[in-house]
């Protein structure tokens, strides 16, 4: 049982302690930057430029004590039952390695299975494929598609389109660039149930069939933790991969959820990113603390919305290949961590998951970064870049986009008096993070990867909330239904007038 009483006190202690100005936390501490600067795998995360100083990072310490968060962490390992609301237990470490050895065991026999596939595919076996047709939404989407977008866009393998929205407009401009003949459909639904993957399915088989494929089935292979749904779907079980019910689907990147960038980027290719996830695995696990890198960030995340009232965070990818790091990140963070309960039921103290938005540099300094500077809003601000360029133009490209960058965390920290011209002064002091990788390869990515969910749980530890559970997203599933079926009748004026305007 935890001591609320101490956990509150905690909480108080942070809020009493006095915020410098990170101007002069630099220049009263001559070692700042390497007290807030953790390495791990290739990646470097700069703390400096946040409000953390000595008492609050000890504060923060206690604070994990009162939470047990050494505890909950290593039930999670242990592949304990954490994910309380929903009776399951939390084990997408197990993917990479890093787990209780029977789910180890099990997710590799899952991998065996994916990889052989892989090599059935490549030989031919399926017939000449040419085009992967992902279609799966969430987590069945957005973690393989920044996979795909962030390192897979020059492997040449095969024309890869992760297809989500309901919208048929979506998957109208995959069907209009691939060849029905040689396009491998995936169906990626953990549940196997979702409306929107399930009738981009069959509006895929539809068009196969329509193209005279013979044999549109034969072409698909599914992934799932629920096989039995598949089988009567008509997949065959020979072409369903499987995973585990205790890999959530936010955290499902790295099993059979990830097959389209293992076709894409070679099997050789997904182990190194799975490496990568159980090197940071190991690092959260193991590191202090002080020295732990997703750890630290959660310290201030928790910072900034609970005791700095910061309602935002904005994340700034300055790597074109990494553009969809920031949606990934909003269903990551928000779909985890925006509750209003704890994990027993009682409220929550302080506002949850901060909102997560952001986009790439350079592009955003030319539209969103005015609000940044001189805004009313404080936005903690998280700036993600690597060292080694992503493409072979005239080096100015890169060196542009760096300098941009860091120039822009800077700018943010040290502001710029101006009483004679109040328009023009930046007030400075506002915070920001950056990582840098030093090369954006499949084991970077994947420690960076795992650098968020950690810290993502970690957020969810220290604010006592359980970050595997999704009932937020239920109600209007069920509403949608209800539409469906009995149209509408029995809705408040303005939903029912919409529906009869537009649906009839
Ligand atoms: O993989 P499934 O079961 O189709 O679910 C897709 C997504 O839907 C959600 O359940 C939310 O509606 C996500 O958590 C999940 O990633």
Redesign the pocket.
């Known amino acids: 049982m935890l001591d609320q009483a101490k956990i509150a006190d905690c909480w108080s202690q942070l809020k009493g302690i006095a915020v410098p100005d990170l101007r002069g936390l630099f220049e009263e501490d001559a070692d700042r930057l390497p007290k807030h600067l953790v390495e791990e795998s290739g990646l470097r995360f700069d703390f400096s430029k946040t409000h953390l100083w000595e008492a609050s990072l000890v504060a923060f310490e206690e604070l994990a004590a009162a939470v047990d968060f050494t505890g909950m962490r290593a039930a999670m390992f242990a592949g304990e039952v954490i994910n309380t609301t929903e009776g399951r237990a939390v084990e997408h470490t197990a993917e990479r390695g890093e787990g209780n050895a029977e789910s180890v065991a099990a997710a590799r026999e899952h991998q065996r299975r994916m990889r052989t596939l892989v090599d059935v595919i490549e030989a031919g076996a399926l017939g000449e494929i040419r085009h992967i047709l992902h279609v ?5 989407a957005l973690g393989p598609d920044l996979l795909v977008d962030a390192l897979a866009r020059d492997a040449g393998r095969y024309d890869v389109a992760i297809v989500s929205n309901v919208d048929g407009v979506a998957i109208e401009e995959a069907m209009a660039r691939f060849d029905p003949h040689h396009t491998l459909l995936v169906v ?7 409306t929107e ?1 399930m009738l981009n399915a069959a509006s895929a088989i539809e068009w196969m069939q329509e193209a005279g494929v013979e044999d549109p089935y034969g072409q698909v292979i599914a992934l799932t933790a629920s096989p039995d749904k598949a089988i009567e779907w008509g997949v065959d079980e020979t072409r369903i991969l499987g995973f585990s019910e205790s890999v959530g ?2 955290y499902s990147l790295w099993s059979s959820i990830g097959f389209p960038a293992a076709l894409a980027l070679g099997w050789d290719g997904f182990e190194a990113l799975l490496e990568g996830a159980a090197a940071m695995d190991r690092h959260f696990r193991h590191a202090p603390l002080r020295e732990n890198a997703p750890v630290r960030a959660a310290f201030v995340d928790q910072f900034y919305s609970r005791v700095m009232l910061c309602q935002t965070r904005a994340v700034f990818a300055y790597d074109e290949r990494l553009r969809l790091l920031p949606s990934y990140l909003q ?1 990551l963070e928000m ?1 985890s961590n925006g509750k209003s309960v704890k994990a027993d039921g009682t409220p929550t103290y302080g506002h949850t998951a901060a909102i997560t938005w952001g986009g790439v540099g350079t592009d955003a300094q030319h539209a969103v970064f005015q609000l940044l500077h001189q805004g009313t809003h404080i936005v903690p601000v998280e700036f993600i870049a690597v060292t080694e360029a992503g493409d072979a133009l005239d080096p100015a490209h890169h060196q542009t986009l760096l300098v941009n960058c860091f120039a822009q965390g800077a700018a943010l920290m040290q502001g710029r008096e101006n009483a004679a011209d109040p328009a023009r002064a930046y007030p400075g002091n506002r915070p920001s993070t950056t990582i840098l990788l030093d090369a954006l390869t499949p084991h970077a990515l994947g420690a960076l990867i795992a650098f968020y969910e950690h810290r993502t749980f970690t957020n969810g530890i220290l604010m006592q909330i359980n970050s595997f559970d ?1 009932f937020g ?1 239920e109600l209007g ?1 069920e509403i949608a239904r209800s539409i469906e079926k009995d149209g509408a009748r029995g809705f408040d004026p303005s939903t029912m007038a919409l529906i009869e305007r537009a649906l009839g």
């Open positions: 799966g939404i969430g987590g069945s990626a639904s953990k549940t196997f149930t979702t993957t689907g936010r269903q779909e999704q997203v599933k």
